[in-house]
């Protein structure tokens, strides 16, 4: 069973990088598949932020391109998200998940992790 | 950017009710199209997806329609474990998702 779990801090502060990682377990990242991050402010709609695949292509969501990096690490079966500048509008839960593969670079989201709720403020 | 609008943003209905959810993508997306289904505090779980096949272990109650800029999600007979809410996302160029829609209780 394919199982996927963020970890990094709850608090961000403003301006500051927000750093997670998501663990998968049951699966190895090198098989294949995209690995992606989405976040989800309170109260709102998801929002996809970028994906990668095993050998590091990436894509971003345009409109936080210039602030996102998504990195992967196959000999620790994780990949990471940092997300540069942040302010308050940042604040959400971000789930990792992976990616059934539709067209080069999307997909749709077959698994997730539970999410895990980041929080900018001084 | 794709755009996807979702219609109606909530419905109230009741158990055993047919409800019926729409999509339109602000450009044609072919059958790029996936339905997801979110319960408060927990991750979206994928209910269809390339626009009409079910997920496995989706009951089939769950289905999917459509193609080009215009979908549907049609549930044939609410439970309550149904109430929820629900998104779709497109995967034809980038990735985004409707706003949502809210399953209430009538």
């Known amino acids: 069973q394919v199982q996927l779990q963020e970890s990094g801090p709850g608090l961000v502060k403003p301006s500051e990088t927000l750093s997670l990682t998501c663990t998968v377990s049951?699966?190895?990242?090198?098989?294949?598949?995209?690995w992606g991050w989405i976040r989800q402010p309170p109260g709102k709609g998801l929002e996809w932020i970028g994906s990668?695949?095993?050998?590091?292509?990436?894509y971003y969501n345009p409109s936080l391109k210039s602030r996102v990096t998504i990195s992967v690490d196959t000999s620790k079966n994780h990949f990471s998200l940092k997300l540069s500048s942040v302010t308050a509008a940042d604040t959400a839960v971000y789930y990792c998940?992976?990616?059934?593969?539709?067209?080069?670079?999307?997909?749709?989201?077959?698994?997730w992790g539970q999410g895990t709720l980041v929080t900018v403020s001084s | 950017d794709i755009q996807m609008t979702q219609s109606p943003s909530s419905v109230s209905a009741s158990v055993g009710d047919r409800v019926t959810i729409t999509c339109r993508a602000s450009?044609?997306?072919?059958?790029?199209l996936a339905w997801y289904q979110q319960k408060p505090g927990k991750a979206p779980k994928l209910l269809i997806y390339a626009a009409s096949s079910l997920q496995s272990g989706v009951p089939s109650r769950f289905s999917g329609s459509g193609s080009g800029a215009d979908f549907t999600l049609t549930i044939s007979s609410l439970q309550p474990e149904d109430f929820a809410t629900y998104y779709c996302q497109q995967a034809n160029s980038f990735l985004s998702f409707g706003q949502g829609t809210k399953v209430e209780i009538k």
């Open positions: 450009q044609g997306i072919s059958s790029w």
């Open positions: 998940a992976r990616v059934r593969i539709a067209v080069a670079g999307t997909g749709y989201f077959d698994y």
């Open positions: 990668i695949y095993h050998s590091g292509s990436t």
């Open positions: 049951g699966y190895s990242i090198s098989s294949g598949y995209y």
